[in-house]
């Protein structure tokens, strides 16, 4: 059996620079908070843990004088209680989603309401929303919304969302809401990081039978990839890490390909390439 690895994948500039700004914290004390997990990948999480980076879900439990914003960034709000804490803030935020919330604020103050593609629930969704003081709203499917901004809209995208499904998302508001619309601004702000990775999949899916994308399932640009790589028809199979592979998946394949999420390190793809080499020699 022999094993591709798509010509991209795994840790992103983003992330990268955000476990190296943890790491080089650590290097200097022995203990730092982190609000949420550094990245979406638990056992990047578990690692920086045995550091010493702890995740804690509310600043109300940061009980170092320092605290670490994540990739994702963090809402005005947040920002705010930060400052009012006396905490120092270590801000990860990447720079493509600090330029997200920045052209969202900015348009809001220009007298938009902000609609992003993406999901309410994601962490950086969220924290863009938290800088719009309620003129924005996540939505995924204009035809199912019921609450969708009238007159002035501007449209954004969650940064991991591909760039062709944020298009689609814009025909298809426009074409839903054409009567209630005014002046509508479009303005991509999806990740190219992401994008790449996404093409490269479908490029390795060309050359095998089976994909195994690897990354933490609670990654969204993770779930994308493990779509899109779906959707060129070879059989696909999202996997937190080896542990996750099943021996029955490889019976009769001659050709396994392998990608990663933007919040995977390296190593889990070795670690995965590893174990497939020894299920083909057993
Ligand atoms: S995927 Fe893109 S936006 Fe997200 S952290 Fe990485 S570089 Fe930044």
Redesign the pocket.
């Known amino acids: 059996m022999d094993i591709v690895k798509a010509d991209l994948f795994g ?5 990268r ?2 476990v190296d700004i943890v790491e080089d914290k650590l290097d200097e004390r022995k203990r730092i908070d982190t609000l949420g997990p550094i990245v979406h990948n638990p056992n990047v999480v578990e690692d920086l843990s045995e550091k010493g980076a702890e995740v804690v879900n509310s600043l109300d439990n940061v009980d170092t004088d320092s605290v670490i914003i994540t ?2 960034g963090a809402g005005r709000d947040i920002h705010e209680e930060i400052e009012d804490k006396g905490l120092n803030l270590i801000d990860t935020t ?4 600090k330029k ?1 919330q920045e052209t969202a604020e900015d348009l809001v103050q220009k007298g938009y309401q902000v609609v992003i593609y993406g999901e309410n629930d994601h962490t ?1 969704v969220r924290n863009i929303l938290g800088w719009l003081d309620g003129k924005g709203v996540a939505i995924l499917d204009p035809a199912k919304e019921v609450s969708i901004p009238e007159g002035r809209v501007a449209l954004l995208s969650q ?2 969302k591909g760039k062709k499904y944020f298009f689609d998302f814009a025909g298809k508001f426009l074409r839903e809401n054409k009567d209630k619309l005014e002046d509508v601004k479009i303005v991509d702000t999806t ?4 994008r790449r990775r996404y093409e490269a999949a479908e490029r390795m899916a060309e050359q095998v039978e089976l994909i195994l994308v690897v990354g933490g399932k609670n990654s969204a ?1 993770t779930r994308k990839l493990a779509e899109v790589a779906g959707n060129t028809g070879v059989e696909t199979h999202h996997i937190k890490d080896e542990s996750e592979i099943e021996p029955g998946w490889l019976e009769g394949v001659e050709r396994v390909g392998i990608t990663a999420g ?2 995977t390190p390296e190593s889990a793809v070795s670690s995965v390439e590893e174990t497939l080499r020894k299920l083909n020699q057993s």
């Not at 840790?11 to 992330?15: E, I, P, R, S, W």
């Not at 990447?94 to 989603?97: D, R």
């Open positions: 840790f992103c500039f983003g992330v620079r955000a990739a994702h990447c720079p493509i989603v997200a950086e940064t991991t990740c190219g990081e992401t640009n933007a919040s």
